[in-house]
C-alpha cells in the first residue's frame, strides 16, 4: 500500500503530464495544477487527503475523455462533413 | 483461440491540433519544432490490435514505423499503448520528403512476409498527405485481401475475419481469409491514452532497426514537389440588416 506521498506525487506527475496538450497551453495547466495542489499543502487528515487524491484521479479521467471527444470530433468535422450536414450537398 | 500476428503501421505526422504554415520556400510545411504524433488513424489502429490480443484473438502484435529518428517517439506510443515489439525502418529527411504510398507499402509488403503476419491493419489514410493507398497497395502487393474503411473487425479464430466497412450510403459487412489487410476508419474504436506508467515500460521494449536496402526496396523519389501553397483566403462576408437591404446588395454584385 503505497504512501499518500507517494500516491501524491504520482498524480501532480500524471496531470502534468497530461497538460502538456491542454488547449489553453501547457503554463496555464501548470500554474493552476500547481496552484490546486500548493492550497492544500498544509493538509493532514488522512481521509481528507484520500478524497483529494479520488478528486484528482477523477480529474484525470476527465481530462482524458476531453482530449478523446476534442480529437473525434476534430477529425468528425475534418472528414464526415457529409454526415454533420445531412441537407446540404456533399463533394467528398 | 487464436493467435493471430498482427502487423500495425504507425505513421508520424504533424500533430491533428496544430496550425498548418507553408514554409517560405513553398517547397512544404513547416515541421523543425512542430509538435507531431501518431497519425489518429492508425493510432486507432493500433488500440484495435491491442483489444485484439486482449481478447484472446491475437498473439503478437509489431508495430512499423518508416521515417527518420524521430519516427522512435511514435513507436514508443505504440508500444505503449500495448503493442509487443516495433520496427523502426530508417529513411534519412530528404528521401522522407518524396517517401510515397508505394514505398511505404512495399515496405510493410516485405515486412508482413518475413514476420508471418496474419492481419496487417493500417489506418486508412494519414492526416497530413489524406492518401488512402497504402492499405489497398500493400494488399496488392501481397496478394492478400484487403478490408478497407473498417468499423467493425471480427476475426472468427480459424482462418477468417469478418468486417463491417464504412462505405457510401451505409455500412458493407465482408468476410475474407486471412492473411488479410485491414484499415481502419474512425468508428472503429476509441483509442487508449497512453499513460505515463505505460509510456516508461515501454522504454524496455524493443525497437528494431532496418534499412529499406535490408527489405530490398528502392526508396528512390518517384516525384517532384513543384509547389506547395496555402489555400486562397476566404474574402470576409458582409452582414446585412433586412431581407431588402440582402436583395438591394445582390442587384448591386449583379447576382440578380
Known amino acids: 500500500m503505497s504512501s499518500q506521498k507517494y500516491q501524491v506525487l504520482n498524480l501532480y506527475k500524471t496531470l502534468l503530464y497530461m497538460g502538456r496538450e491542454y488547449p489553453l497551453g501547457y503554463p496555464y495547466f501548470r500554474d493552476r495544477c500547481h496552484k490546486a495542489f500548493a492550497r492544500n499543502r498544509t493538509e493532514t487528515d488522512v481521509q481528507t487527503i484520500d478524497q483529494m487524491i479520488k478528486r484528482g484521479e477523477f480529474v484525470v479521467k476527465e481530462i482524458e475523455a476531453l482530449y478523446r471527444l476534442k480529437k473525434y470530433r476534430t477529425l468528425r468535422k475534418r472528414y464526415y462533413k457529409h454526415e454533420l450536414e445531412p441537407d446540404t450537398d456533399s463533394t467528398a | ?59 503478437d502484435i509489431c508495430a512499423v514505423s518508416i521515417g527518420p529518428q524521430a519516427c522512435q517517439e511514435t513507436l514508443r506510443t505504440a508500444l505503449a499503448m500495448g503493442a509487443d515489439r516495433a520496427i523502426h525502418v530508417e529513411v ?32 486508412k489514410q494519414a492526416i497530413d498527405d489524406d492518401s488512402n493507398s497504402t492499405a489497398q497497395m500493400t ?5 492478400w485481401p484487403q478490408a478497407t474503411n473498417a468499423s467493425k ?45 505505460n509510456i516508461m515500460k515501454a522504454k524496455k521494449k524493443a525497437i528494431d532497426k532496418k534499412k529499406p536496402s535490408d527489405l530490398g526496396v528502392d526508396v528512390s523519389p518517384r516525384i517532384e514537389i513543384l509547389s506547395v501553397e496555402e489555400p486562397p483566403k476566404r474574402e470576409s462576408g458582409a452582414k446585412v440588416e433586412s431581407v431588402d437591404d440582402l436583395l438591394t446588395k445582390l442587384k448591386g454584385l449583379g447576382r440578380i
Request: glycine share 8%; aromatic share 4%; with cysteine.
Open chain 2, 1 to 59: 483461440m487464436g493467435s493471430l500476428r498482427i502487423l500495425v503501421g504507425c505513421k508520424r505526422v504533424i500533430d491533428y491540433a496544430v496550425r498548418i504554415r507553408v514554409k517560405p520556400d513553398k517547397k512544404g510545411v513547416i515541421t523543425d519544432g512542430i509538435k507531431h504524433s501518431l497519425n489518429p488513424f492508425d493510432e486507432i489502429a493500433v488500440e484495435e490490435a491491442v483489444r485484439l490480443k486482449e481478447k484472446k484473438l491475437a498473439a
Open chain 2, 92 to 123: 534519412d529527411d530528404k528521401t522522407y520528403q518524396t517517401l510515397q504510398p508505394i514505398h511505404v507499402s512495399k515496405i510493410l509488403a516485405k515486412l508482413a512476409a518475413d514476420e508471418k503476419i496474419d492481419l496487417v491493419i493500417v489506418g
Open chain 2, 139 to 143: 494488399a496488392a502487393f501481397l496478394g
Open chain 2, 153 to 197: 473487425v471480427e476475426p472468427d479464430g480459424a482462418g477468417s475475419v469478418t468486417v463491417t466497412r464504412e462505405v457510401d450510403g451505409g455500412l458493407e459487412t465482408i468476410k475474407c481469409k486471412t492473411p488479410a489487410v485491414v484499415s481502419a476508419d474512425l468508428r472503429l474504436n476509441e483509442p487508449r491514452y497512453a499513460t505515463l506508467p
